[in-house]
């Protein structure tokens, strides 16, 4: 198993925090199940939602 380190702005953790209450689960289930159903071909990912790598080193991440 591996880990990882995700970053997010303040609002966006407060939101999803709240959907993980509101749903009986943690932000780490979510996370780890969006991954997963990304990973077979079921996830939704939009590239305009991806971040440059050379813009993701300068955040530090």
């Known amino acids: 198993m591996k880990f990882i380190t995700v970053e997010v702005d303040d609002e966006?953790?407060?939101r999803v925090s709240i959907k993980a209450a509101d749903t009986g689960t943690s932000i780490?289930?979510?996370v780890r199940q969006?991954?997963?159903e990304l990973g077979?071909?079921?996830g939704v990912f939009r590239a305009s939602d991806n971040v440059p790598r050379d813009e993701l080193y300068r955040r530090g991440g």
Do not use: I, Q, V
């Open 12 to 14: 966006t953790y407060r």
């Open 28 to 30: 780490e289930a979510m």
């Open 34 to 36: 969006f991954l997963m």
């Open 40 to 42: 077979r071909g079921d």
